[in-house]
Nanobody, 123 residues
């Protein structure tokens, strides 16, 4: 399994931007997909975005399409989530995920999870 460490969460006003980072260690970074999920209080974990090992393919949840961008820097073993036009409903703990097999949209697919980073959006 990969070890994942997220950073970049914090408090931002609605309409603002944040960039989350996730540093990975373990296997060769480009060998596996990476992604982000989020979980707000009282809600299920929600798929946010994923990127293939090469970085050539990206996938987004419907609620963030057009506002969030996932990317990866394989030379730095890091994946990023650029979040623009943030809304109060984007507030959640954001989890970096890696590895596994199956649908990117399913929580059960991912073999490694980070500890999470809090994003708070004020209205």
């Amino acid at each position: 399994q990969e070890q994942l460490v997220e950073s970049g969460g914090g408090l931002v006003q609605a309409g603002g931007s944040l960039r989350l980072s996730c540093a990975a260690s373990g296997r060769t970074f480009s060998d596996y997909a990476m992604g982000w999920f989020r979980q707000a209080p009282g809600k299920e974990r929600e798929f946010v975005a994923a990127v293939s090992g090469s970085g050539s393919s990206t996938y987004y949840g419907d609620s963030v399409k057009g506002r969030f961008t996932i990317s990866r820097a394989n030379a730095k073993n890091t994946v990023y989530l650029q979040m623009n036009s943030l809304k109060p409903e984007d507030a959640a703990v954001y989890y970096c995920v890696a590895g596994g097999r199956g649908s990117y949209y399913d929580t059960s697919r991912w073999s490694s999870w980070g500890q999470g980073t809090q994003v708070t959006v004020s209205s």
